[in-house]
């Protein structure tokens, strides 16, 4: 693959619709013929059970057994813990045993960059490979965006001015700055918007007060029971309601996560001739 783009799709408020977005984002890619790779980086596993594996936790081999081999200098081989989804993309489930991981990696030299070492390992097959971060600041959300070029931020309208954007954003700046010079944030967008928080210039008015600090993305997606059902439906918006206004949302934000990096990579190819 020509260039990989790694991107973290991190929160640490819970419930947002980062596993949600993590699964239609990576069905859509691959709908428009990107070859991608999900991570689960959340013990909870939920992104591992809505692509069909229920029982995550009766799963002998999950991301925390590579983290694991990583740690103990073990060279994994073929890569037996990467499965195939129906839609045309590749994962790497998790369930608790990654907790256990998380707790074992502060007394680990390299602490911050485990993840990356596997993400760097396996992502020269893959056009994108997105993470699903767990509802924390702690480890594995470090490793995560120590291991990203980008991060995308769900955020729900009414929580926007809310410490924990402050807080999220420092941390990036910090990894940015200490571990990953290349983690950027590549942009927040608003999820879960209903009737009553919804207003025609809810764009605007974020990119008014966030617009200076923060790429602001221009789709938002809307609050609704079909997004809700796709974790128990096993199958993606796309697949479980084409037509409806969900799907045609995460349509476009699939085309503007595609969009981001584009300029740079115009302007770097300019200047190359
Ligand atoms: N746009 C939406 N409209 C309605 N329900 C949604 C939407 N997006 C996600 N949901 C539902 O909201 C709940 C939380 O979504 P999800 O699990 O994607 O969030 P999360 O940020 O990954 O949560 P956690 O922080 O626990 O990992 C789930 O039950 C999901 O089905
Ligand atoms: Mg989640």
Redesign the pocket.
């Known amino acids: 693959m020509a260039k990989t783009k790694v991107i973290a799709i991190a929160?640490q408020?819970?419930?947002?619709?980062?596993?949600?977005?993590v699964y239609c984002i990576g069905a859509g890619l691959a709908m428009n013929g990107k070859k991608v790779l999900l991570l689960d980086v959340?013990p909870?596993g939920?992104?591992t059970k809505m692509l069909g594996q229920r029982k995550p936790h009766e799963m002998p081999l999950t991301l925390a057994n590579v983290m694991n081999d990583i740690v103990a200098g073990v060279e994994s081989g073929g890569h037996p813990e990467i499965l195939h989804h129906a839609e045309g993309f590749d994962f790497v489930p998790a369930n608790r045993s990654l907790s256990a991981v998380e707790v074992g990696l502060v007394n680990v030299m390299s602490r911050e960059t485990v993840l990356q070492q596997y993400v760097d390992s396996v992502k020269r097959d893959y056009d994108y490979v997105l993470l699903?971060?767990?509802?924390s600041l702690g480890m594995l959300v470090i490793n995560a965006l120590s291991a990203s070029d980008y991060v995308l931020i769900?955020v729900q309208a009414d929580y926007l001015a809310a410490e924990d954007m402050t807080e999220l954003i420092g941390t990036v700046q910090s990894i940015k700055r200490q571990i990953n010079p290349k983690l950027k944030i590549g942009g927040v967008f608003l999820?879960?918007v209903n009737e009553t928080n919804f207003r025609r210039d809810i764009v605007t008015s974020v990119k008014e007060n966030f617009g200076k600090h923060l790429p602001v993305m221009n789709t938002v997606?809307?609050?609704?029971?079909r997004?809700?059902?796709?974790?128990t439906a096993d199958k993606s918006i796309f697949l479980h309601d084409p037509k409806g206004r969900?799907a045609d949302a995460y349509r476009n934000l699939v085309q503007e996560v595609m969009d981001i990096g584009e300029k740079q990579r115009i302007k770097s190819a300019d200047l190359s001739r």
């Not at 408020?13 to 977005?21: E, I």
Request: net charge negative; hydrophobic share 30%; aromatic share 0%.
């Open positions: 929160n408020k819970g419930g947002v619709g980062k596993s949600t977005s959340d909870q939920d992104l699903d971060c767990r509802p769900p999820t879960m997606i809307p609050a609704t029971v997004l809700a059902e796709i974790s969900a």
